[in-house]
């Protein structure tokens, strides 16, 4: 088992046509993911890397059968490109670029609840159920079938502490980026409740950072609902107020959203936060022998 | 991005939200002339894009045109927070019968607009939340009907009575929403709204910050910028495609991603080193890019040591240190620089590295304990 994304997944890619959608559409395809459409308003009839190629979402939907989305399409237009997927009734958007406006989001948001579809990101760098598919810019190799969840808002972070779990032979049964954005899609809560209901998943690895306090709900989740060991860990100790870093949502503001407030939720949720990434694989080594 | 108060008093009026009288003034005799033409009390109101500027002395109430010199005076030139005065509001001074507090901001939890009010005004609002958090009226607002009359109305009579009242800043709160949302803001604050003697709701001070995504479709609100010294190095990074904020450290680092970045950071200080700054110079092995950043890093003179580190990806290491090599032809410097490289095709970008005699570490941690102490020699 898995969440979310799996060898089922039927996988249409939006702006398959520009430089990135392109790239990783063939790795993404090479990966083994099932990439059965693309889509580029007047490109219809053509094949990238063998995936034909759409006018619309619905006419790909139509065509393939296609139940997820990855969006790939410039920020000015990405809004659009999410709200038109749901529309076709895709159940499952990946949106990958980066550089939304807040307020884009914020009037997707209301309409993907309307229509029941579910969103990962924007600026995030997908998920991967590793052997079955891989839903983004991640890359694959570093990734190994197992049995821990993994969930970050952080794009490179992610792949240096995945890196870790595999040498330590942590494989993974799903790894989420959910990105940096303020406002996104499926966050820690939606996807620690997955990870609680999915057999295979024993454990789960937490990424979080400064800004917001998505975190803090993580870690009363856990108290209240979670009977598998976590593991956090914060990115952003040292990260002074009012910046943004790098991430738009990655902001101290007002003094609150500060890393030592998260790991204090944490930690009193009884959740180990690791003091650097080479800690992670330690903290649950030490869970699982328990 | 930051406005400042005279900046959002210009939008709020633009929008029909009534504001007092007021000119922006560069010098005392500026100042002196504007509380002339005014001929009536005035406050003189320090122009920066910090907080907290009445408590340190940015504020002052004039009766006289003598006073407003006074003030003028001991305000301009004045540094509150690390920024120096450099312009003053001199504004009508309303009288008061009573502070109100209206914001505006995007709610991550409920992913909404949410307005808030409080008969609390004229105070911080995070205050007002630690104390007395029952006095804050909060309504998250639907992003696909926006702000409804009725919704305003209602919001209004839990402040104010008196129905003429009501309805003026009914009036007020959907404005600042319209305003709000068409100029993709991220805060926009009335702090404080007020009541005068004339029963008049007005707004006496205004913040407004906006979403730096969005600047590309707002060219009126991009006008307004004015950078301080850190934001201008900060806004030629961005315009290289790096993302770069300046610490307090000796350490520089770059590294790719933002998250990684952070954690970097982290790291240099967990094991007793200062980090200098964040660098992300994102997922390409652009020569360019390196230069770009290492020039920045290296503008900053308290550096002593630099620690690039890099985690390949997409972005294969090899092609990272073909990168660096060329990006090591052109700089020149006595500062140390250890490179960590790690992921796909690590082992062959490390071994070309050795042509350029950096220090190279294959572990994050390494490379964090190598970098502090070289800059240390």
């Known amino acids: 088992m898995s969440i979310l994304v799996n060898k089922d997944t039927k996988l249409v890619v939006q702006g398959i046509t520009g430089r990135d959608g392109k790239f990783h559409s063939g790795k993404m395809k090479a990966y083994g993911t099932n990439v059965v459409a693309g889509v580029s308003p007047g490109k219809e009839g053509l094949l990238i890397d063998g995936i034909p190629v759409f006018n619309t979402v619905a006419a790909a939907v139509k065509a393939t059968g296609a139940n997820t989305s990855i969006v790939f399409v410039p920020a000015a237009f990405a809004a659009d490109a999410i709200m038109e997927a749901s529309e076709a009734g895709i159940k499952l958007v990946i949106a990958i670029t980066e550089g939304l406006p807040i307020q884009d989001m914020l009037r997707v948001t209301p309409f993907l609840k309307q229509n029941g579809t579910l969103l990962i990101g924007p600026n995030c760098p997908g998920l991967i159920t590793p052997d079955e598919a891989l839903i983004g810019i991640l890359p694959g190799n570093i990734f190994k079938k197992g049995n821990i969840g993994f969930i970050s808002r952080s794009g490179t972070l992610t792949y240096e502490v995945v890196n870790l779990l595999t040498l330590n032979d942590f494989g993974q049964t799903t790894c989420v980026g959910i990105g940096g954005d303020p406002i996104a899609g499926l966050y820690f809560v939606d996807l620690l409740e997955r990870f609680e209901n999915d057999p295979e998943t024993i454990a789960v690895v937490v990424i979080g950072e400064i800004g917001g306090d998505a975190e803090e709900q993580a870690a009363q989740f856990i108290a209240d609902k979670m009977t598998k060991p976590v593991v956090a860990f914060i990115a952003g100790q040292t990260a002074p107020t009012g910046k943004r870093m790098g991430h738009a949502g990655a902001i101290i503001s007002s003094g609150s959203g500060t890393a030592a407030e998260k790991i204090a939720a944490f930690n009193k949720a009884g959740v180990p936060v690791a003091k650097e990434p080479n800690e992670i694989p330690v903290l649950l080594r030490e869970l699982l022998n328990k | ?377």
């Open chain 2, 1 to 377: 991005m930051k406005i400042h108060e005279y900046q959002a008093r210009q939008l709020f009026r633009k929008y029909g939200i009534p504001v007092p009288e007021d000119v922006l003034c560069y010098t005392v005799s500026e100042v002196e002339k504007a509380t002339r033409e005014l001929n009536r009390m005035v406050v003189v109101k320090a122009q920066v894009l910090v907080g907290g500027r009445g408590k340190a002395g940015g504020v002052k109430l004039a009766r006289n045109v003598d006073d407003a010199v006074s003030a003028a005076k001991q305000i301009l030139g004045m540094d509150i927070k690390g920024c120096k005065v450099e312009k003053v509001l001199v504004s009508d001074a309303v009288e008061i019968t009573k502070e109100y507090y209206v914001g505006l901001i995007n709610d991550r939890n409920t992913k909404s607009v949410t307005l808030m009010v409080s008969s609390e005004g004229g105070v911080e609002i995070e205050e007002v939340a630690k104390d007395n958090p029952e006095k804050i009226i909060k309504f998250h607002i639907n992003s696909l009907t926006g702000l409804l009359d009725f919704q305003a109305r209602d919001i209004a009579f839990q402040l104010f009575g008196d129905i003429t009242q009501a309805k003026q800043a009914a009036s007020i709160f959907t404005k600042l929403y319209k305003l709000y949302v068409e100029t993709d803001a991220t805060i926009a604050e009335i702090n404080p709204l007020v009541l005068t003697p004339d029963n008049k709701v007005l707004a006496i001070d205004g913040k407004m910050n906006f979403d730096d995504n969005a600047l590309f479709r707002q060219p009126e609100i991009l006008a307004m910028r004015e950078p301080d010294e850190d934001e201008l190095v900060e806004i030629d990074a961005s315009s290289k495609g790096l993302s770069y904020i300046k610490l307090d450290g000796n350490i520089g680092c770059m590294v790719n991603g933002a998250g990684l970045a952070m954690a970097t950071m982290d790291m240099i200080k967990l094991y007793g080193g200062e980090p200098a700054n964040f660098l992300d110079i994102g997922g390409s092995s652009n020569p360019q890019k390196v230069i770009d950043a290492m020039n920045i890093l290296l503008n900053d003179k308290k550096v002593t040591a630099v620690m690039i580190n890099i985690f390949g990806g997409i972005t294969r290491c090899d092609d990272v240190a073909k990168g660096l090599i060329k990006a090591m032809e052109v700089i020149t410097t006595n500062i140390p620089i250890v490179v960590r490289l790690s992921g796909t095709n690590a082992a062959e970008g490390l071994e070309l590295l050795k042509q350029t005699n950096l220090p190279t570490v294959s572990s994050m941690s390494e490379a964090a304990k190598k970098a502090i102490e070289l800059s240390r020699q």
